[in-house]
């Protein structure tokens, strides 16, 4: 069935260092790739996205990686701070057939150390 | 620019009783979804609207329903709820229909039953 997994359930980082949070996707066929953060208690919060004719793309501190020949995802987080502690899901939109569904990874815990 | 409100926020509701959760998109926004969070199944996609049509829905059974209105509001129901239901309702929206929106979530409704 469609799934969207993460290879590491929990990430702890020291502050300041880079994080590297990845999600492997299963269906070919997707065509668009979303990086949310969910804060406890909050809903998800959109960080950055990429369509599949891409394989990098960067904003403020993150940067998103995409190979399609592994069928791999990556979130890159520069200099990671403590309010960067969450959990993260990678999520896909399968095809334009499925309109803005998404399917969405298990998610990875980022902590922060400080 | 408000972004996506829920209400209510939290709720608790006896088995067998039936509930109705509010979504109001950002502004503009034309294209409604609905998740379902739990910690043993994640986030899991119930169904998407646009221009007051269904156009996506999740394997969730038929006790889950929803409806868009002219005004692109939202409303999801659950009737004859069952314990398994308790968890997080989010409501997402973006600007039109197809792979490629950005795609905005809100806080969230919390729903238990008892």
């Known amino acids: 069935g469609e799934s969207v997994g993460l290879h590491l359930p929990t990430l702890s980082v020291q502050e300041g260092d880079n994080s590297i949070i990845n999600c492997a996707y299963s269906?070919?066929?997707?065509?668009?790739f979303i990086w949310y953060k969910q804060e406890s208690g909050k809903g998800p919060q959109f960080i950055i996205d990429?369509?599949?004719?891409?394989d990098k793309r960067q904003g403020q501190r993150v940067t998103v990686l995409l190979n399609k020949t592994v069928k791999h995802l990556s979130l890159q987080i520069a200099a990671t701070q403590p309010g960067d502690s969450a959990v993260y899901f990678c999520a896909e939109t399968p095809d334009m057939e499925y309109g803005n569904k998404l399917v969405f990874g298990a998610g990875t815990i980022l902590r922060v150390k400080s | 620019k408000a972004g996506v409100t829920q209400t209510p926020r939290y709720l608790i509701k006896t088995r067998g009783q039936q509930v109705t959760l509010s979504c109001s998109p950002i502004s503009g926004h034309r294209s409604v979804s609905w998740y379902q969070q739990t910690p043993g199944q994640g986030l899991q996609f119930l169904f998407e609207y646009f221009s007051e049509t269904q156009r996506n829905k999740g394997n969730f059974p038929g006790r889950f329903s929803g409806r868009q209105f002219s005004n692109s509001r939202s409303e999801m129901n659950v009737s004859t709820l069952e314990l398994g239901d308790s968890a997080l309702y989010l409501c997402a929206s973006s600007l039109g229909w197809g792979s490629g929106n950005t795609i905005y979530f809100g806080e969230g409704s919390w729903l238990t039953v008892v």
């Open positions: 990429i369509r599949s004719n891409m």
């Open positions: 269906n070919s066929a997707s065509d668009y």
